[in-house]
C-alpha cells in the first residue's frame, strides 16, 4: 500500500510569497486553494480599527512578482466584513479567474463610536456617506473610507494593481452606484444586486439622510444614485439584478432606475428575476454572472 503524501502547508511563507506583508491578521482560512483572510488596521478616516475581509487567489501564493485586479464587495444593512465571503459562494469562481475580493465592514465599530437601537442605522448602517451631524460626524466618515483610504491601504498592502471594480448589495449596492459615479476614471466597472436606488425618495435612505446629513435635502443629491445618474461622465459597464419577490422592492426604485438609465442614455443591463427575494440565496444565484461582468472589465477575460 502507498504511503499517503502530506505537504505541509506555511501560512507565513504564503503570505510572504502573496506580498500580504504588514498586516494584522485576524484569521486565515483555506479556501479553493487560495487564502481567506480577514485584516485588520486603524482607519484614520473612521478613527477605529476596522476589519477588512480577503480572498487572495491561489495564483498569487506561488508567484512572488504577480499582482492582480481587485474586486471590491460592499454590503448590506447589518452585515459585516464576512456576509458576502461566507455565503455567496464567490470565492470559487475568483478563485478560478486569480481575482481578489476585498469586503470592508459597512460601517465604524467599536465602544467609542456611536450607536442607534434600530438596525438602519448605526453601527452596521454606515450607508458609504459622510456624516455632517453629531454625534454621527466624528466617526462615520464611510464614503472617504471606502472610496479613497481602504483603496490606498490594500494597494499597499495586498498584491493588486491598480485596476478596480465595485459591487455591493442593497445598501452596498447604493454604496456601489454612488462612488462609481462620483470617481469617474477610478474602477473599471460596477454592479449591483437589489441596490437602494433612489435614498432621498424612500424611507430607509430618508431616515439614514436626515440623521448623518442633517434636513438640507440639497446636501442628501450627491448619496442617491438616480439623481447622480444624470449628470454621471462615465459611462462604466453596469449590471444590476433585482429579484420580483424582494420584500423591499418599494424601497429599492430598481425600475425606476432603469428607466432613469434609458432617458439618460445610460447603457446598462437591469435584471429582474422572477421570484427571487432580497436574501443571499439570490446573491448566491447570480454572482458568478457579476464576477464574470467585472473579469471582463478588468482584461482577465475576453
Request: net charge negative.
Amino acid at each position: 500500500m502507498e504511503n499517503l503524501k502530506q505537504e505541509k502547508f506555511d501560512l507565513n511563507q504564503a503570505l510572504e510569497t502573496a506580498g500580504v506583508v504588514n498586516v494584522d491578521v485576524v484569521s486565515a482560512n483555506r479556501c479553493f486553494g487560495g487564502l481567506h483572510l480577514r485584516l485588520k488596521h486603524y482607519a484614520e478616516s473612521l478613527k477605529c480599527d476596522m476589519i477588512v475581509g480577503v480572498y487572495i487567489p491561489p495564483s498569487l501564493l506561488t508567484d512572488e512578482a504577480f499582482k492582480t485586479p481587485a474586486l471590491y464587495w460592499l454590503a448590506g444593512l447589518t452585515c459585516t466584513d464576512q456576509n458576502f465571503l461566507q455565503k455567496a459562494g464567490a470565492m470559487r469562481t475568483a478563485s478560478e479567474l486569480g481575482l481578489v475580493l476585498i469586503c470592508p465592514d459597512t460601517s465604524p465599530r467599536g465602544d467609542g463610536v456611536p450607536d442607534a437601537d434600530a438596525y438602519d442605522m448605526g453601527q452596521g448602517a454606515g450607508f458609504y456617506l459622510n456624516a455632517t451631524q453629531e454625534p454621527w460626524a466624528k466617526n462615520y466618515q464611510m464614503y472617504d473610507y471606502v472610496a479613497c483610504e481602504l483603496v490606498a491601504w490594500c494597494e499597499k498592502h495586498l498584491p493588486i494593481t491598480s485596476a478596480r471594480s465595485l459591487c455591493g448589495h442593497s445598501m452596498g449596492g447604493h454604496g456601489a452606484l454612488t462612488i462609481a459615479f462620483k470617481n469617474p476614471g477610478t474602477y473599471r466597472s460596477v454592479s449591483a444586486l437589489a441596490p437602494i436606488c433612489n435614498p432621498c425618495n424612500v424611507p430607509w435612505g430618508q431616515k439614514a439622510l436626515a440623521n448623518y446629513l442633517g434636513e438640507d435635502k440639497q446636501a442628501w443629491v450627491q448619496y442617491d444614485a438616480m439623481e447622480l445618474l444624470a449628470n454621471a461622465r462615465e459611462r462604466l459597464p453596469l449590471l444590476i439584478d433585482q429579484g420580483t419577490d424582494d420584500e423591499f422592492l418599494a424601497q429599492l426604485k430598481t425600475q425606476d432606475f432603469a428607466k432613469a438609465c434609458k432617458q439618460h442614455k445610460h447603457p446598462a443591463v437591469i435584471r429582474m428575476q422572477d421570484g427571487y427575494d432580497h436574501s443571499y440565496f439570490f446573491i448566491a444565484t447570480f454572482i458568478d454572472d457579476h464576477i464574470h461582468h467585472h473579469a471582463r472589465a478588468l482584461g482577465l477575460t475576453s
